[in-house]
């Protein structure tokens, strides 16, 4: 907070990593706008590095609007104040799917899929928040769903966080070169997945 408010400060983006507790008491002191960016912890360095990437990403894209003609825009509804965020968990394992089911729908809405060729299908039929997509799936892979994704405007801009079991570095580089929103290796560490949900999906 301080930062912002030094001389020497040159407008560079601020990146806050630390536990919802910390933040959440920033929030409720009154400081607002305190940083850019903020992603809670537990998360890895890797999602860290997605996060900023994506946040600068996002930033350019502002940034270019910025130099367009105003538009004003629709009225959009407002949102259900306690609706619950959707998420779609995607893997050909059913012990997978039962236990993130279990672990998510005290919170969020869950839709449970064993195969990647139903992901549009479902997307065509229910609002989705966030996708839980495992990487390596028969058929069709979890590389081959992300791709199809982003190349339907409609589906584009669904934050998708890999979930998978693979630690060759060939098949890591291959995931980061996607630029997924972010990914998690299995076994599950609960609390993991649930700050990145947090972070990925604002809640």
Same mark, same amino acid.
């Given at each position: =907070?301080?930062?912002?408010t030094?001389?020497?400060?040159? %407008? &560079?983006?601020?990146?806050?990593? %630390?536990?919802?507790?910390?933040?959440?008491?920033?929030?409720?002191?009154?400081?607002?706008?305190?940083?850019?960016?903020? +992603?809670?912890?537990?998360?890895?360095?890797?999602?860290?590095?997605?996060?900023?990437?994506?946040?600068? /990403?996002?930033? #350019? $894209?502002?940034?270019?609007? $910025?130099?367009?003609?105003?538009?004003?825009?629709? /009225?959009?509804?407002?949102? /259900?104040?306690?609706?619950k #965020?959707?998420?779609?968990?995607?893997d050909?394992?059913?012990?997978?799917? #039962?236990?993130?089911?279990?672990? +998510?729908? *005290?919170?969020? *809405?869950?839709?449970?899929?064993?195969?990647?060729?139903?992901?549009?299908?479902?997307?065509? @039929?229910?609002?989705?928040?966030?996708?839980?997509?495992?990487?390596? =799936?028969?058929?069709? @892979?979890?590389?081959?769903?992300?791709?199809? +994704?982003?190349?339907?405007? /409609?589906? &584009?801009?669904?934050?998708?966080?890999?979930? @998978?079991?693979?630690?060759?570095? %060939?098949?890591?580089?291959?995931?980061? %070169?996607? #630029?997924?929103n972010?990914?998690?290796?299995?076994?599950?560490? =609960?609390?993991?997945? =649930?700050?990145?949900? $947090?972070? +990925?999906?604002?809640?």
């Open positions: =907070m301080r930062l912002r030094c001389e020497e400060y040159n %407008s &560079a983006p601020v990146v806050i990593v %630390s536990k919802a507790e910390t933040i959440e008491e920033l929030e409720s002191e009154g400081f607002e706008n305190f940083a850019d960016l903020t +992603l809670v912890r537990p998360i890895s360095s890797d999602n860290i590095v997605l996060s900023i990437l994506r946040f600068i /990403e996002e930033e #350019k $894209a502002r940034a270019a609007l $910025a130099n367009t003609p105003e538009e004003i825009p629709a /009225e959009e509804p407002a949102p /259900e104040p306690d609706k #965020k959707h998420i779609l968990v995607v050909d394992d059913r012990n997978i799917l #039962k236990l993130l089911k279990n672990a +998510l729908e *005290e919170k969020y *809405e869950v839709t449970a899929t064993l195969n990647g060729l139903l992901v549009e299908k479902i997307l065509a @039929t229910k609002p989705i928040d966030l996708i839980i997509l495992d990487y390596e =799936m028969p058929i069709m @892979t979890g590389a081959d769903v992300y791709r199809k +994704l982003k190349e339907t405007e /409609e589906y &584009a801009k669904i934050p998708v966080c890999f979930l @998978t079991g693979v630690s060759e570095r %060939s098949k890591v580089e291959e995931i980061m %070169s996607l #630029k997924p972010g990914y998690l290796l299995k076994p599950i560490d =609960m609390e993991m997945l =649930m700050a990145a949900i $947090a972070n +990925l999906i604002n809640t």
